[in-house]
């Protein structure tokens, strides 16, 4: 049987040829793909060629896309939780099980991890896709799968708001109103954060913001971020800041924004890696630096804040294609920085 999936053919080109369908083995199951979102790392790849320290091999078809859901199409023979027509959102990463990370809970450390469109594993932009049944979560009858696909990056917001202990009331700031700026928004409502400042340069990004319901925003490029944010908070400074937009700039902000005591939570991946930060400021406050690498655990408990709906995860999309028109998709997340925020890709 064969099916259409999409490949990058170079920089800025995506092309759609017919491969064929994998079969499975015994502990796998076939999703039949309904929603496949487009992630900054995508777009990295597909315009530069790069992402970080991973490359695309340019002399090869290459596929994108790990934020995806759909229906299973068929179970292998000792697949027990799930079972055809079920609708599942798939954790991207299949890790080894046996390090020390992955035994002690932290998988999304596993250095033997196998991660969707991280070069030189190829992604899901295609109809349909073998995978682990352990990586397939099943969506409650409320839940569509676009919403499933958006659970990628929800997950990494969730992860971030657990790494930077959001609790009841707390202000938090986040710097960056982009995709994960806004999933990270969504995470710190649903922890229960009081006061939600967000700050970007990007208009659009603020009103969306707005919109998912942020106490108050602030166009950096119009306003003086640290003194607005001094203001906002009475002079106290933030419990909790995020930095998301991975720039050399914000990153350097954070210890001026967050109060004495405080938690910084590093989401954004800077391109560049050293980056001037004041110290003084973190001794002297006595904050804590957290970072964030994917994430983990998180994917039940956001199916879970979706399902609720504590959290209006789809909202986040502006932009969506069919698979036919993929390199649309991709061409408009390239130039189109002032009105899209999140597209994704209707595959059927
Ligand atoms: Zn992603
Ligand atoms: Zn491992």
Redesign the pocket.
């Known amino acids: 049987m064969m099916q259409k999936g999409a490949f990058m053919r170079g920089t800025d080109k995506m092309i759609v040829k017919e491969i064929p369908v994998p079969e499975i083995g015994d502990k796998e199951v076939l999703v039949s793909l309904e929603y496949v979102?487009i992630?900054?790392?995508d777009v990295h790849y597909y315009h530069n060629g790069c992402c970080g320290a991973y490359k695309v091999d340019l002399s090869q078809d290459y596929m994108l896309g790990?934020?995806c859901a759909g229906t299973i199409a068929k179970i292998g023979k000792d697949v027990t939780s799930l079972k055809v027509g079920d609708k599942v959102a798939l954790e991207p990463g299949i890790t080894c099980g046996k390090c020390e990370f992955c035994k002690s809970g932290h998988y999304n450390l596993c250095p033997d991890v196998v991660f969707l469109a991280t070069p030189p594993v190829q992604g899901c932009n295609e109809e349909y896709m073998a995978f682990p049944e352990d990586m397939c979560f099943k969506l409650p009858d409320n839940v569509s799968t676009k919403e499933g696909a958006l659970i990628?990056?929800l997950s990494?917001g969730f992860y971030a708001a657990e790494q930077g202990a959001v609790g009841t009331g707390d202000t938090v700031v986040i710097l960056g109103s982009g995709c994960i700026g806004l999933v990270t928004l969504l995470a710190c409502k649903a922890h229960g954060a009081g006061k939600i400042i967000v700050a970007d340069l990007v208009q659009a990004r603020l009103d969306k913001a707005m919109e998912l319901g942020a106490t108050a925003v602030i166009n950096s490029g119009k306003e003086d971020a640290l003194a607005k944010i001094r203001e906002l908070t009475n002079g106290r400074g933030a419990d909790v800041v995020f930095e998301t937009a991975g720039s050399p700039v914000t990153i350097a902000q954070t210890p001026f924004i967050v109060r004495r005591g405080g938690t910084i939570t590093l989401v954004g991946i800077s391109a560049q890696e050293e980056i001037s930060f004041n110290f003084a400021q973190i001794m002297d406050k006595e904050i804590t630096i957290k970072s964030v690498f994917r994430y983990k655990n998180i994917y039940p408990k956001a199916i879970a804040a979706v399902s609720s709906g504590a959290i209006n995860v789809k909202s986040i999309v502006t932009h969506e294609f069919d698979l036919e028109h993929i390199q649309d998709a991709y061409d408009e997340a390239v130039h189109n920085k002032t009105d899209l925020v999140k597209a994704v890709v209707k595959i059927k």
Do not use: F
């Open positions: 979102g992630c900054g790392s790990h934020e990628e990056p990494v």
